[in-house]
């Protein structure tokens, strides 16, 4: 029963995502299928067709068990966008699968191409997104419930209990792109000027460059 709970819970987030597709997210297709070509030096808004067609551009199987939550944040996001599953290419929609270990965060970021929603599979997390008029909106969720995340805004989420979590993610686009805002700022290259988030944030040179440092690659 709670499986099939479950399953059900997956097929109406799934859904209400392909409905939110056909106003809000990438444009429609004007064949069946265009499955991308990931090696062609074409540049186009998307990826261009390939030819040789094969069920397994539609497939992926990275999702099914959990992520390595062991690093500096306690999560992980395994995405199954075009970039994993080609055949999503022109198609509007995209997974992800976010485990977090006890404590584990997945930090602010913002989806710049995709409004997301998350169907809880196992855990707890406090979750939140922040309005363009700086106003926070949050809730905890547990197994079984689902939580929007407005195209564009950032938000987050939190295990703050002693166990475990997942959630399955869909998005209206098949790439819906990921800006984390710390590592956004603290972590471009070629570097944010100091200056400038100095100012940004009223704190000092040194203090900037030890959040910098912290995000320096190992």
Known sequence: MAAAGAFSGVLLMMGVVMLSSRVYADPDSLQDICVADLTSAVKVNGYPCKSNVTADDFFFSGI??????????GAL????????VPGLNTLGISLARIDYAPGGLNPPHTHPRATELVFVLEGELDVGFITTANVLIAKSIKKGDIFAFPKGLVHYQKNNGDSPAAVLSAFNSQLPGTQSI???????APPVP??????????????????????APK
């Open 182 to 188: 710390a590592a956004t700022l603290f972590a471009a």
């Open 64 to 73: 099914a068990n959990p992520g390595d939550t062991n690093n500096s944040v």
């Open 77 to 84: 996001v395994t995405g199954a966008n075009v970039q994993k």
């Open 194 to 215: 100091d200056n400038v988030l100095t100012k940004a944030f009223q704190v000092g040179t040194e203090e900037v460059q030890q959040i910098k440092s912290k995000f």
